[in-house]
């Protein structure tokens, strides 16, 4: 199958293109390459893997959608904190890019990354019936996606938090930015320690998406939590586990500052789980890698 993949340099998308080639599909990888190729330079010269350098919001981006059999969107501006740096390229990429790469992907399998953090802070175990609750823009942008594909085959994503090592790593991620600081820095300064949050490994995340194409005559037309109970964790949690690994000072300072993402809830992951989906890495492993590369660096 040719797959084309938004965001496929990214942070998630070079483990998944990865992924897909090792599995003999061709890969059509659209990405504006912000980071340059060092995330795909392991797979650049792959038989089946295609890049393409251009911005999803460019009409360029239609005719090679089109030329695929499947489409897996990630592509966008992640996280609240570059939504509220960058706002009006949030609204490009993360809305009117999206916009053009559904309409040019219509009658195709089409898998749609969206978030956890639509839930919102509701502060309760949330499966795919709960309200949603979206605080911040990115949140908001990323339920949009979701509202455009209502009605549609599209299969809707919402994965846990991801951590670990990629090729393109994100310094942002919570257990990341944990394990960095708690090694270069001798020191964690932890708020709102009792929040609730959920967790999944960098490498199940992208099997994540492989699986959706996979399973497509299952999980079609349907949302989907993706992650496992077992990695469910308070953000005070991962600290004692970072500081089980690595001798650091945790500091606990609830009036500091706050997740302007609200996130504060357990997900329950049984309809994914029920068609055989579940974690095959936990958090001491993703923190282990971690630690190696932190350590190296």
Known sequence: MKIAITGGAGYVGCRLSEQLLNNGHEVIC?????????PILNILDRKGFHLHKIDICSPEVEPILKSADAVIHLAGIVGYPSCEREPDLAYSVN?????????????????YASTGSVYGELG??????????????YSVYKLDGEKKLKGTDAVILRPATAFGVSNRLRQDLLVNDFTYKAIAEKKLVLFEKHFKRTFLSINDLARSFRWALEKYDIMKGEIWNVGDETL?????????????KVDYELIINDELSHDKDGRDYFV??????????????????????????????
């Not at 809305?95 to 898998?111: C, H, L, M, Q």
């Not at 795919?128 to 979206?134: D, G, R, S």
């Not at 992951?269 to 932190?294: C, M, Q, W």
């Open 30 to 38: 659209i990405d504006w390459l912000k980071y340059g190729v060092q």
């Open 95 to 111: 809305v009117e890019g999206t916009n053009r790469v559904i309409d040019a992907s219509v009658g195709k399998p089409f898998v």
């Open 124 to 137: 309760k175990t949330c499966d795919e019936t709960c309200e949603t609750n979206p605080i911040s823009t």
């Open 232 to 244: 469910n964790h308070t953000k005070l949690d991962i600290a004692q586990i970072i500081k089980s």
């Open 268 to 297: 329950d992951y049984t309809k994914i789980r029920n068609i055989g989906f579940t974690a095959t890495e936990t958090l001491e492993d993703g923190i282990d890698s971690l630690v190696k590369l932190y350590h190296a660096a």
